[in-house]
Structures are given as C-alpha cells and as structure tokens.
C-alpha cells in the first residue's frame, strides 16, 4: 500500500468520498453532518492523503490546519470492504507523523456519537485521542463527539 498526498483531480477519488457524504446523510443528521465535499477538500488549508493498493483507492484522510499550531483530522475513510484490516491505523499514522512534521503540536477531531462510530472512536482512543469540548467553530450537539491529543 502507498500514501500519497491526491490533488482530488482523480475520478477514483471523487467517487470515493462521494461514497463517504452519502454515507454519512445515512447514519448522521443533516445538521450534525460535517464531511467535506470535493471542492470543500480543495481549499489551501486542507492536505488530504489517499492510500492505494495498486492503483485502488482503499482509505483516505485529510488535515486542516486551524492555525500554526492546532489541526484537524478529516475525512477519514476506509473503503468497506477493506475495514478492519489496518489501512486506518496506517494512514492515522502516518497523518499525525506529517502534522507535526508541518509545525502542529494538537489534532483535534469530530465524529459521531452514534453506535455506527464506535469503532472510530476506538481507533482514535488508540491513538491517544481523548474526549474534549468543541473546538474551532463546532457548538455541542448530541450527535457529535469531539477528541484531541497532543502531537
């Protein structure tokens, strides 16, 4: 498997994280959804990563950088059929690596808190996330949970 910073041109890619929103409208609330389309990934102050397997998108995951110090994990993916067999814990990872390779000394995040994220939250609890207020411009809302650690 190969990590490779995506650019987001790739028809792949678009159809993968279009899997993801649909996903996400599925077991989150309208309100309570915060999955980033294509062009929202795009923005200057996202890097978002692929992982490959040959030439299949199998996971993905991006960074936000809220300010120098401080960002947040994003999209984080693994296709379904490839769930459980270490492709999240590969790219988290590699992910928390590059963050404080680029300067960040926090990663934040927000999932769900719904039964159907129990096994992201275990993931990230894994990697020494714990359970934290809202940050950045999210407000408590039930069907969110939020997590950081230090980098």
Not at 13 to 41: N, Q, T
Not at 47 to 59: A, I, M, N, P, Q
Request: include cysteine; charged fraction near 30%; aromatic fraction near 8%.
């Amino acid at each position: 498997m190969n990590i490779v910073v995506d650019d987001l041109s790739g028809a792949q890619i678009a159809e993968f994280l279009g899997e993801h929103i649909k996903e996400m409208r599925a077991v989150s609330p309208l309100e309570s959804k915060h999955a980033l389309d294509l062009d929202a990934l795009r923005r200057s102050e996202i890097t978002f990563w692929s992982v490959l397997d040959g030439e299949t998108v199998v996971g993905c995951g991006a960074v936000k950088r809220l300010d120098a110090e401080h960002a947040e994990l994003k999209s984080m993916r693994t296709a379904p059929e490839r769930r459980g067999s270490g492709i999240a814990s590969l790219l988290l990872e590699h992910i928390l690596a590059e963050a404080k390779r680029a300067g960040s000394s926090r990663m934040s995040l927000e999932t769900g808190s719904a039964d159907y994220f129990v096994t992201a939250r275990k993931l990230y609890e894994r990697f020494g996330f714990t359970y934290c207020e809202p940050f950045a411009d999210y407000k408590p809302d039930p069907n969110s949970v939020f997590m950081t650690r230090s980098l």
